[in-house]
């Protein structure tokens, strides 16, 4: 397995996220994580994003679902019908709803050990520009 992970500017995200990941036709799992203007915290999204993608891959959640389902949250948000701090995996509809809070226990657990305040983190994830 190649896995190539990249941090990026908010802005080339392919939609309103601060994580995406999928496979490039050479079959490489790609990630982009928006860049938070702190490594640590982008490390973070990093390990989020594979753990996520690796249980998703494993119980045949396929990525165009993920895809699907974050893009119309987005959609739901901008009018309205899904609260600012709402994040698309805690939905209870979510297809991946279980793999998100999988690879957010791992994240919160990597926090800890290094002694990011996860309050602080959070806050930028949702103000990343």
Known sequence: MIIHIETIPHSQQKYE?????????????QIRVSDMG???FN???????????????????????ITAFDIEFEK???????????????????PYKQE???????????????KIDWNEYDEALFNVT
């Open 17 to 29: 996220t601060v994580g995406n990941y999928w496979i490039d036709e050479s079959g490489v799992l």
């Open 38 to 40: 702190n490594d640590d």
């Open 43 to 65: 490390f973070l999204v990093g390990i989020h994003e594979m753990i996520e993608f690796y249980l998703t891959m494993k119980r045949g959640i396929p990525e165009s679902t």
């Open 76 to 94: 739901e948000r901008a009018i309205g019908m899904q609260d600012d701090y709402a994040e698309a995996g805690n939905d209870p509809f979510c």
């Open 100 to 114: 998100h809070f999988f690879a957010t226990t791992i994240e919160r657990l990597m926090a800890a050990e290094l």
